[in-house]
């Protein structure tokens, strides 16, 4: 079984400032994938940013990019010039590799960021 | 947006009654899977289907069933409801293919057992 820990219930930062979420996780799979998704108040899951275990390299998308470190089963995500828009809670998730098909994704328990203006 | 629809928005139901959540996923997606998230968690997974089929499911009882048609909209089914039933139901429609991890969630549907 697979877990998926965020250790900071709330976060808060300044319009323009950047901003780290963190996120460990535990399994026994060599080969998965996690990811960041963020709720807004719409409450619709948007996925932010994807990682592939076997890729040494960290994901970025546009401001948004992870800090993956596979032996120490550490994943956080880091908010660049952080915009108003930004505020959500955001939810790591981990979903091992099983060829096509399988959609199991394991959340952690999220954290509520908020930027502030 | 992404396509993919659930109804109601909102739900108020008794505890002791049955009801039916309805999902419509994202156009071509051939698999469904739903999640419960109680207030202040992070979702957790009930089930997948798949061409109709359930093919994976979480740590739930069967009270909790589900149908996908061939269209592939899909319900969630939910007898003898509890108080901690209440939750937020998340609808989420895949494309089954090698290298594909994306699901695309919807709404939600609030549901209240009182």
């Not at chain 1, 994901?59 to 990019?65: D, G, K, L, P, Q």
């Not at chain 2, 108020?12 to 039916?20: A, D, L, M, N, P």
């Not at chain 2, 969630?76 to 139901?89: G, H, I, R, T, W």
């Amino acid at each position: 079984a697979q877990t998926v820990t965020q250790s900071q219930p709330e976060m808060s930062v300044q319009e323009a400032e950047t901003v780290t979420l963190s996120c460990t996780y535990d399994t026994s799979e060599n080969n998965y994938y996690l990811f960041w998704y963020k709720q807004p108040p719409s409450r619709q899951m948007i996925l932010v940013i994807r990682q592939e275990a076997y890729k040494q390299q960290n994901a970025t998308e546009n401001r948004f990019s992870v800090n993956f470190q596979k032996a120490a089963k550490s994943f956080s995500l880091k908010i660049s010039d952080s915009q108003l828009g930004d505020t959500a809670m955001y939810f790591c998730a981990f979903i091992p590799y099983s060829g096509a098909g399988s959609y199991q994704l394991t959340f952690g328990k999220g954290t509520k960021l908020s930027v502030i203006p | 947006e992404t396509g993919v629809t659930q109804s109601p928005t909102h739900l108020i139901k008794t505890r002791g009654q049955q009801v039916t959540l309805r999902c419509s996923s994202q156009s071509g997606h051939n698999t469904v899977s739903w999640y419960q998230q109680a207030l202040g968690q992070g979702p957790q997974f009930i089930f997948q289907y798949y061409r109709e089929e359930e093919n994976g499911r979480g740590n739930f009882p069967p009270r909790f069933s589900g149908l996908q048609f061939p269209n592939y909209s899909s319900e969630l089914n939910v007898n003898a409801l509890e108080l901690d039933d209440s939750a937020l139901y998340l609808c989420a429609s895949s494309l089954a293919r090698q290298g594909s991890t994306e699901a695309f969630f919807g709404q939600g549907t609030r549901l209240t057992v009182v």
